[in-house]
C-alpha cells in the first residue's frame, strides 16, 4: 500500500525555522495537504494544494513540493505553533488517501 | 462559520454495527466530495475513505483496513454523510472524524470491545 513518510519530530528554538518533510512516489503527480493538530483538538489546514495557505492561517506557514517530496516550512516559529503536523495526498490513481505518520513539532 | 458535526458514536461489542452521521452547515456540501477520517489513542490520522459529489457519480473509495465492511453514503438534500460500520474489530476503536479536507469536525469516538 502507498505511504508517505514524515520524520517523528522537529525541535526548533522560537524564532527559528522548522521544516517538515513529506516523501511519497506520486507527490510528483498529486498534491500535499498540511494539517496541524493541537493536543486534543481536530485537525487544521494549513497547507492545501502544495503551497496555498487558506485564510485566517499566519504567513510564517509555506509549503513547496519538489519531485517526491512535499516540505511545510514554519519561518519563524512560535509557541503556539507546536503541535502534531501532518501531510495528505493520494496514491497515483487520486482514489485513496493517505496521511503520512506525522511530525510533532516542538518549539524551544 | 461553517461546521461539521458528527454523531452516532459509543460502544459496540466485536462484530457488532454502527452508523455515524456528519451534519453540515454553512458549507457547499452538494459540490464537496466528504471523507471520514480515523485516530486511534495516541496514534496518527488514518484516512478511512470517501464519497464524491453527484457530478462524479457520488464514487466511493475505502481504505484496505475498512474495504468490504464500511460504507460511505450522502444525503445531499439533508447536508449530511453518514458511515456505516460492520463487522466492526477491536482495532476500529477511534475517534471518527468527517472532513472536506478543509473543514473539519470534532470527531466522535467509537470503542468496540466486549
Known amino acids: 500500500s502507498y505511504e508517505l513518510t514524515q520524520p517523528p519530530s522537529v525541535s526548533v528554538s522560537p524564532g527559528q525555522s522548522a521544516r517538515i518533510t513529506c516523501s511519497g512516489d506520486?507527490?510528483?503527480?498529486?498534491?500535499a495537504f498540511w494539517y496541524q493538530q493541537k493536543s486534543g483538538q481536530a485537525p487544521v489546514m494549513v497547507i492545501y494544494e502544495d503551497s496555498k495557505r487558506p485564510s485566517g492561517i499566519p504567513e510564517r506557514f509555506s509549503g513547496s513540493s519538489s519531485g517526491t517530496m512535499a516540505t511545510l516550512t514554519i519561518s519563524g516559529a512560535q509557541v503556539e505553533d507546536e503541535g502534531d503536523f501532518y501531510c495528505y495526498s493520494t496514491d497515483s490513481s487520486g482514489h485513496l488517501g493517505v496521511f503520512g505518520g506525522g511530525t510533532k513539532v516542538t518549539v524551544l | 462559520e461553517v461546521q461539521l458535526v458528527e454523531s452516532g458514536g459509543g460502544l459496540v461489542h466485536p462484530g457488532g454495527s454502527l452508523k455515524l452521521s456528519c451534519a453540515v452547515s454553512?458549507?457547499?456540501?452538494?459540490?464537496?466530495?466528504m471523507h471520514w477520517v480515523r485516530q486511534a489513542s495516541g496514534k496518527g490520522l488514518e484516512w478511512v475513505g470517501r464519497i464524491r459529489n453527484k457530478g462524479n457519480s457520488y464514487a466511493t473509495a475505502y481504505s484496505a483496513s475498512v474495504q468490504g465492511r464500511f460504507t460511505i453514503s450522502r444525503d445531499d438534500s439533508r447536508k449530511t454523510a453518514y458511515l456505516q460500520m460492520n463487522s466492526l474489530r477491536a482495532e476500529d476503536t477511534a475517534i471518527y472524524y468527517c472532513?472536506?479536507?478543509?473543514?473539519w469536525g470534532r470527531g466522535t469516538l467509537v470503542t468496540v470491545s466486549s
Open positions: 472532513t472536506s479536507l478543509s473543514y
Open positions: 506520486a507527490l510528483a503527480k498529486k498534491y
Open positions: 454553512r458549507f457547499n456540501f452538494s459540490g464537496s466530495a
